[in-house]
């Protein structure tokens, strides 16, 4: 009988065989925020053509989105993966570009991909680490980011422990809307923009918990609210045609424990559900509540997931951002979070597979 030690390395020692298979090989860093799926495209997509974010990101959609589905369905990833191709830079001292994918598509903004980038950004070399705090600066599709990487811990000085970044300016677009959603009833929501637009519900209302049990309920009511909301509100961003879409739904309740100001359940893209607080959701929700009066400037809350992973968000400055046209008092929102680094992996995209460009299945 042969020990397993030798069978192991049998199996470890394949290598796709040029001969008799066509393989594309993409390699990637596997990434969670607060429990949320990060895989950071390192090597092996296509460079993607353009001089600005936006029209690598046209690109991709036209060029390349088979490879998005590939890396995003079924058999390498599922409904609720995400990730992020990186590129060149658009502006001179940004250190790289990001793109966001999932299921559906494309997203102009991420807040938990932000936190994952800068982190691997620091710890890989990408980005030179500056002592205890590493400027990390991202073009993404909605504009320039800035973020902060934080060495806290003095025994592991080049492990990233925290990391802020400041939004594009956040604004609400639209309060007190209601619409009527079939098989729902009434829907009262306000509408704002922390990077990408949600639509914000008070759960309580619609007699929601957002608790894990009640998943399949959360993405049900967020599909048919946002389908309704886009086919009933038109949607404009004052700049960017690109970004005038509804993203998601975030459902808003109080958390489980008294010390967190509230919960986020943000269901986006095609029915996925953010296991994270959701950092351009958490935009938003700050720039709601400076212009309501709740939480004034430079003070911060606490919002929490699903799974009880928290995110810390404040405004941190107030301005006016828009045309003569479309002008909005926003704010700038500085959101915080920690993210973890869980694998590395090779993904073989087998040209005679029938599959090859992925499937998926709830």
């Given at each position: 009988?042969?020990?397993?030690?030798?069978?192991?390395?049998?199996?470890?020692?394949?290598?796709?065989?040029?001969?008799?298979?066509?393989?594309?090989?993409?390699?990637?860093?596997?990434?969670?925020?607060?429990?949320?799926?990060?895989?950071?495209?390192?090597?092996?997509?296509?460079?993607?053509?353009?001089?600005?974010?936006?029209?690598?990101?046209?690109?991709?959609?036209?060029?390349?989105?088979?490879?998005?589905?590939?890396?995003?369905?079924?058999?390498?990833?599922?409904?609720?993966?995400?990730?992020?191709?990186?590129?060149?830079?658009?502006?001179?001292?940004?250190?790289?570009?990001?793109?966001?994918?999932?299921?559906?598509?494309?997203?102009?903004?991420?807040?938990?991909?932000?936190?994952?980038?800068?982190?691997?950004?620091?710890?890989?070399?990408?980005?030179?680490?500056?002592?205890?705090?590493?400027?990390?600066?991202?073009?993404?599709?909605?504009?320039?980011?800035?973020?902060?990487?934080?060495?806290?811990?003095?025994?592991?000085?080049?492990?990233?422990?925290?990391?802020?970044?400041?939004?594009?300016?956040?604004?609400?677009?639209?309060?007190?809307?209601?619409?009527?959603?079939?098989?729902?009833?009434?829907?009262?929501?306000?509408?704002?923009?922390?990077?990408?637009?949600?639509?914000?519900?008070?759960?309580?209302?619609?007699?929601?918990?957002?608790?894990?049990?009640?998943?399949?309920?959360?993405?049900?009511?967020?599909?048919?609210?946002?389908?309704?909301?886009?086919?009933?509100?038109?949607?404009?961003?004052?700049?960017?045609?690109?970004?005038?879409?509804?993203?998601?739904?975030?459902?808003?309740?109080?958390?489980?424990?008294?010390?967190?100001?509230?919960?986020?359940?943000?269901?986006?893209?095609?029915?996925?559900?953010?296991?994270?607080?959701?950092?351009?959701?958490?935009?938003?929700?700050?720039?709601?509540?400076?212009?309501?009066?709740?939480?004034?400037?430079?003070?911060?809350?606490?919002?929490?997931?699903?799974?009880?992973?928290?995110?810390?968000?404040?405004?941190?400055?107030?301005?006016?951002?828009?045309?003569?046209?479309?002008?909005?008092?926003?704010?700038?929102?500085?959101?915080?979070?920690?993210?973890?680094?869980?694998?590395?992996?090779?993904?073989?995209?087998?040209?005679?597979?029938?599959l090859k460009d992925g499937f998926l299945l709830r």
């Amino acid at each position: 009988m042969k020990k397993l030690t030798s069978v192991i390395e049998k199996f470890d020692q394949w290598q796709p065989n040029s001969n008799q298979e066509h393989f594309l090989t993409i390699q990637t860093l596997e990434c969670h925020t607060g429990g949320e799926p990060l895989r950071i495209i390192t090597s092996g997509f296509p460079e993607l053509k353009g001089e600005t974010i936006l029209a690598m990101r046209r690109d991709c959609q036209q060029n390349h989105d088979q490879l998005r589905r590939a890396l995003m369905f079924e058999p390498r990833g599922h409904a609720d993966m995400y990730g992020a191709i990186i590129t060149r830079a658009e502006r001179a001292d940004s250190h790289f570009g990001a793109i966001f994918i999932h299921n559906e598509g494309y997203s102009t903004m991420c807040g938990h991909a932000v936190i994952a980038l800068a982190k691997c950004a620091v710890e890989s070399g990408v980005v030179a680490q500056t002592g205890s705090v590493t400027e990390v600066i991202i073009d993404v599709p909605c504009g320039q980011i800035r973020a902060k990487a934080f060495a806290q811990d003095k025994a592991k000085p080049n492990i990233i422990s925290q990391v802020s970044f400041d939004s594009v300016p956040a604004f609400v677009f639209a309060t007190k809307q209601s619409i009527e959603v079939k098989e729902i009833g009434t829907v009262h929501f306000d509408i704002a923009f922390g990077g990408a637009f949600y639509a914000y519900v008070q759960a309580s209302t619609l007699g929601l918990s957002l608790v894990p049990k009640e998943q399949e309920k959360l993405i049900d009511y967020g599909r048919k609210i946002k389908n309704a909301i886009m086919n009933n509100l038109p949607i404009t961003h004052p700049f960017e045609a690109d970004l005038s879409f509804l993203y998601g739904v975030i459902f808003v309740d109080s958390s489980p424990r008294e010390s967190i100001h509230s919960r986020n359940v943000c269901i986006f893209a095609d029915g996925e559900l953010d296991r994270s607080p959701t950092g351009s959701g958490v935009s938003g929700r700050i720039a709601l509540h400076v212009a309501k009066k709740e939480v004034p400037l430079q003070q911060s809350i606490i919002i929490d997931s699903i799974l009880g992973s928290q995110f810390n968000v404040q405004a941190i400055a107030q301005i006016n951002y828009g045309t003569q046209d479309q002008s909005y008092d926003a704010v700038i929102a500085q959101v915080t979070g920690e993210a973890f680094i869980c694998g590395k992996a090779q993904w073989l995209i087998n040209q005679d597979d029938p599959l090859k460009d992925g499937f998926l299945l709830r």
